[in-house]
């Protein structure tokens, strides 16, 4: 089955505290990004990558990084986390100019 | 840059009731067309979309979009909702050709929907 995986669902942690989320796709695609959703903002993108060792800053990266050593993964790091990173997380891969696949979100609180 | 809007935040509809959100795009051609849904504790979902041809798009779960190029608008309607149509909807573009700018997603800010029984 075509997916998306990301992990955790569902993550609490302190300011401070250097977390992973990890995102894997199982359908070969070059583009993967990774998207933070609030309310009343929709959904923003945060990085994207290109393909394996090709990345580049969305339209709010701050805070964030990734990396992008194999074609089917893409975590995405939080190196000192701040509760304003406090939001829902979607990991999203795509085959050139088509629809996105999204994984099932990443609810991270940041206290 | 491009952008999309999505004008109504939330909006309220009585179960078998016929359904119209509206999502306008700002971009300097035709991008590609897009409409997910979300429901609670989900992902998002892709309904249908829009690349080319008919400017009637029909989708899953009984949807449909018509694109106007005149209007800049790409509005999702269903004829009758069903109470497991409650979700958020988001509209989204993309580029349709690859860029520098990774092809990305830009999403509206979405439309919350409540199905009343």
């Known amino acids: 089955e075509a997916q998306v995986t990301q992990n955790p669902r569902y993550l609490i942690t302190v300011t401070g505290k250097k977390l992973t989320v990890t995102c894997s796709q199982n359908?070969?695609?070059?583009?993967m990004s990774w998207y933070r959703q609030d309310p009343g903002l929709g959904l923003r993108q945060i990085y994207y990558?290109?393909?394996?060792?090709?990345?580049d800053k969305g339209d709010v990266p701050e805070g964030y990084k990734v990396s992008r050593k194999e074609k089917r993964n893409f975590p995405l790091i939080l190196e000192s986390p701040s509760p304003n990173q406090t939001s829902l997380y979607f990991c999203?891969?795509?085959?050139?100019?088509?629809?996105?696949?999204f994984g099932q979100g990443t609810r991270l609180t940041v206290v | 840059a491009q952008s999309v809007t999505q004008p109504d935040i939330h909006i309220t509809v009585s179960e078998g009731a016929s359904l119209e959100l509206r999502c306008n795009y700002s971009?300097?051609?035709?991008?590609?067309l897009f409409w997910y849904v979300q429901s609670p504790g989900q992902g998002l979902q892709l309904l249908l979309k829009?690349?080319?041809?008919?400017?009637l798009v029909q989708g899953i779960k009984g949807f449909e979009a018509e694109f106007k190029r005149s209007q800049s608008s790409f509005n999702l309607r269903k004829p009758s909702v069903h109470w497991s149509d409650a979700a958020e909807y988001f509209c989204?573009?993309?580029?349709?050709?690859?860029?520098?700018?990774?092809?990305?997603?830009?999403f509206g800010t979405g439309t919350q929907l409540k199905v009343e029984l």
């Open positions: 999203a891969s795509r085959t050139g100019p088509t629809e996105a696949f």
């Open positions: 359908m070969n695609h070059e583009y």
């Open positions: 990558s290109m393909n394996v060792e090709v990345t």
């Open positions: 971009y300097g051609a035709t991008p590609y």
């Open positions: 829009y690349f080319s041809g008919d400017t």
């Open positions: 989204a573009v993309a580029l349709t050709r690859v860029t520098g700018g990774g092809n990305k997603l830009t």
